[in-house]
């Protein structure tokens, strides 16, 4: 059984950092893109940052550069997403989905939620101001 599982959300102020983690079981991962996803209330799911299977490539949403971070750990099969100064907006559940197609490229665009064929439960991000 395929299962991701997403873990380290929380309560932040404004200016603080929090780290995520997925794990990934159920197959081998090693091979697909990895992305974080994140929806607020009574918003639509939109894409946060992605990775390449290799970790070579990552690809941000403009309102995150700088601030957040994506990496993975392949022997773990474990993807991260490093947060900094958060900001309330970035207040929204958070989710991790695997691109099991097998792109082995960059990325030219955003990716997309249906391109992403797994989803973890998602853990809850709230900034205070």
């Known amino acids: 059984q395929v299962q991701l599982v997403e873990s380290g959300g929380g309560s932040v102020q404004t200016g603080g950092s929090l780290r995520l983690s997925c794990v990934a079981s159920g197959r081998t991962f090693n091979r697909d893109r990895m992305g974080w996803f994140r929806q607020a209330p009574g918003k639509e799911r939109e894409f946060v940052a992605a990775i390449t299977g290799s970790g070579l490539s990552q690809y941000y949403v403009d309102s995150v550069k700088g601030r957040f971070t994506i990496s993975r750990d392949n022997a773990k099969n474990t993807v991260y997403l490093q947060m900094s100064s958060l900001k309330p907006e970035d207040t929204a559940v958070y989710y991790c989905?695997?691109?099991?197609?097998?792109?082995?490229?960059?990325?030219?665009?955003?990716?997309?939620?249906?391109?992403?064929?797994?989803w973890g439960q998602g853990t809850q991000v709230t900034v205070s101001s």
């Open positions: 989905a695997a691109d099991s197609r097998g792109n082995i490229g960059g990325f030219t665009r955003a990716p997309r939620p249906y391109e992403y064929d797994f």
